[in-house]
């Protein structure tokens, strides 16, 4: 199973300050991911990657940017935070899809953030 | 396109019961079937999974899961509930081949009561 880090875990912050959400990964996955998730709610794809320079935007739109600098690194920002933006983000990878791997994806811990 | 279809946002079980999570899934191509668990404050854990093979598939906890092409469906099953099962169960579906997305469905909350 695939060791992904995430960090903070959660974060309280002001309106107006920029935030970094980090997330790495130590399985040289090349797809990597971000889902937003409000409590008890669905999951929304907001960005993923096929590997470094690579970046796009999932299915719901979202005011975050990532970068995709090195293979092991998918950090998240938010250049201006707002209340609407408190949610859970979850950053996840998966290998090139084969026949035994079927495009597993495998999740962090999380990342709570409450803009105040 | 594919999509996931999770019936029941909410399932209660009595403890000792059989859980059972239903899953109904689209895809214009075999496809790969997934279950996550999702306890409070915490990632997605993969359950198990589907790729080939064997239609019967067991997964972790002691929950497994039928791949049924016919019904195109994927439940989840287990004899028996124990208290440490309550959580969120999210079915998800993708396509073979290596830039395909995952889909995930809306999830399904157990909960177990004593």
């Known amino acids: 199973e695939a060791d992904i880090y995430q960090t903070p875990r959660y974060l309280v912050i002001g309106t107006g300050k920029k935030i970094t959400l980090e997330c790495s990964q130590t399985m040289g996955h090349d797809k990597m991911y971000w889902y937003q998730q409000d409590p008890g709610m669905e999951l929304h794809l907001i960005h993923y990657s096929y590997g470094v320079n690579s970046t796009e935007k999932g299915d719901l739109s979202s005011e975050s940017t990532v970068s995709r600098i090195r293979t092991e690194h998918f950090p998240l920002t938010l250049e201006s935070a707002r209340p609407s933006h408190t949610s859970q983000y979850l950053c996840?990878?998966?290998?090139?899809?084969?026949?035994?791997?079927?495009?597993?994806?495998?999740f962090g811990e999380g990342s709570w953030l409450t803009v105040v | 396109a594919q999509s996931v279809t999770q019936l029941g946002s909410h399932v209660s079980v009595s403890e000792g019961a059989l859980v059972l999570l239903r899953c109904n899934y689209s895809s214009s191509v075999p496809p790969y079937l997934f279950w996550y668990v999702q306890y409070p404050n915490q990632g997605l854990q993969l359950l198990l999974k589907y790729t080939t093979g064997a239609t019967l598939v067991k997964g972790i906890n002691g929950f497994e899961a039928e791949f049924k092409k016919s019904e195109t469906s994927f439940h989840l099953t287990k004899p028996s509930a124990h208290m440490s099962d309550a959580a969120e169960y999210f079915c998800?579906?993708?396509?073979?081949?290596?830039?395909?997305?995952?889909?995930f469905g809306t999830g399904t909350k157990l909960q177990v009561i004593p």
């Open positions: 998800a579906v993708s396509s073979s081949g290596g830039y395909q997305k995952v889909t």
């Open positions: 996840a990878s998966s290998e090139l899809g084969t026949r035994s791997s079927g495009n597993t994806i495998y």
